[in-house]
């Protein structure tokens, strides 16, 4: 597993905004979510329908926004969890086999509750993991299947519309500690990559699994009847950072992670020949990232994946361009009342709105002005 390092040195981006691409944003909202942290909050990208929806996540309760005009956020439904010492830490948009929006939320219990939003009651609630759920992702080529990362040392498959957990990744090779995100693979569809407090990014196939996936969309039997597989073998194990690794994110076949250490890392993870499971890896780019060193803090992109946006234990964000090299820094946000730490940040559809959740329960709003 040692990390072998290809080609040039990576180029580091300057924290100096560029004079050519900056993109400039105003705050233009600020809301209290409860008294509680929140730690997700994320735009639907799975309807575009509802592109300008957004839900936050945050103690027991979980809020349905939408973004409108002018700065305006108007609420649309909350869902409150049945046990109040919930405290959920991740959320994701799903769909069902009719294609109506579904929003699956998992945190300190480890039970993983998918939410109808058309009728704002509990669609399905998942049980399967021994400890908390620190991030669940919907797979963008089939968006009823969401994976989840979890304190159990394992990630799970789910298929939200029949209820059935299809794949167990973990086991011998598995993670070591607490798993604190995942991601599908863009376009392909079987590759997923998982990260941990055991400092390492593995990356998965579901190739030799996929008749299992198949199997789940028909499933009518008890959901628990389901022959559920493990994945002990992970395709490819990198170590790129010494410390927790707590987000990362496909970058086509790139990867994006970050830990602790104040910056997002670019690199490509590439098979070492004649070695099953070892990686060589060529890391490519550094984003830069001050203040940003205590864990559980997680970027997000634009659905394009054109910019990149991360705050800090300061209330700061910055936001990257992601399509050019040397890295730019095209935006860096601070408003002099935004000083608790931000666990989230959401760019909307195409990067012109960007919201960020904190640990005081709020959430703020800019918008390119």
Not at 103 to 125: C, F, M, Q, Y
Not at 168 to 184: C, K, Q, T
């Amino acid at each position: 597993m040692a990390k072998t390092t290809l080609g040039c040195e990576p180029v580091i981006g300057s924290l100096t905004l560029s004079t050519s691409n900056k993109k400039d944003y105003r705050i233009t909202n600020r809301l209290q979510d409860g008294k509680r942290p929140l730690y997700a909050v994320v735009f639907n990208f799975v309807d575009s329908r509802y592109f300008n929806v957004f839900a936050t996540a945050g103690g027991h309760r979980v809020t349905v926004y939408h973004c409108l005009d002018n700065g305006v956020i108007a609420v649309l439904q909350s869902y409150v969890d049945e046990d109040k010492d919930e405290s959920f830490y991740t959320l994701t948009w799903a769909c069902n086999a009719e294609g109506n929006p579904l929003l699956v939320a998992g945190g300190l219990n480890g039970i993983i509750r998918v939410i109808d939003t058309s009728s704002e009651k509990i669609h399905k609630s998942f049980v399967g993991h021994g400890d908390s759920v620190n991030e669940v992702r919907t797979h963008p080529l089939k968006p009823s299947l969401v994976v989840s990362a979890s304190k159990d040392e394992s990630v799970r498959l789910w298929n939200v519309d029949t209820g059935v957990c299809i794949l167990i990744f973990a086991g011998a090779y598995g993670h070591r500690n607490e798993v604190l995100s995942v991601d599908f693979h863009p376009s392909d569809m079987y590759k997923i990559a998982s990260c941990g407090m055991d400092n390492t990014v593995k990356i998965w196939s579901m190739e030799e699994f996929w008749t299992s996936v198949e199997k789940s969309f028909t499933w009518t039997d008890l959901p628990s009847k389901f022959p559920t597989k493990y994945v002990q073998f992970p395709i490819m194990l990198a170590s790129i950072h010494s410390n927790y690794v707590d987000c990362n994110r496909w970058l086509g076949d790139f990867i994006l992670s970050k830990s602790v250490d104040n910056e997002i890392v670019l690199w490509e993870p590439k098979p070492k020949e004649g070695t099953p499971m070892e990686t060589e890896v060529d890391i490519l780019q550094k984003y830069p990232v001050p203040e940003c060193d205590i864990w559980f803090i997680k970027f997000s992109c634009d659905y394009h994946y054109k910019t990149a946006a991360i705050g800090n234990r300061e209330g700061k964000i910055f936001v990257w361009e992601l399509q050019s090299s040397p890295p730019v820094l095209i935006a860096r946000l601070s408003y002099v009342h935004s000083k608790s730490p931000i666990r989230q940040t959401a760019m909307s559809f195409d990067g012109s709105t960007i919201l960020a959740c904190t640990e005081e329960g709020q959430i703020w709003r800019w918008d390119a002005i």
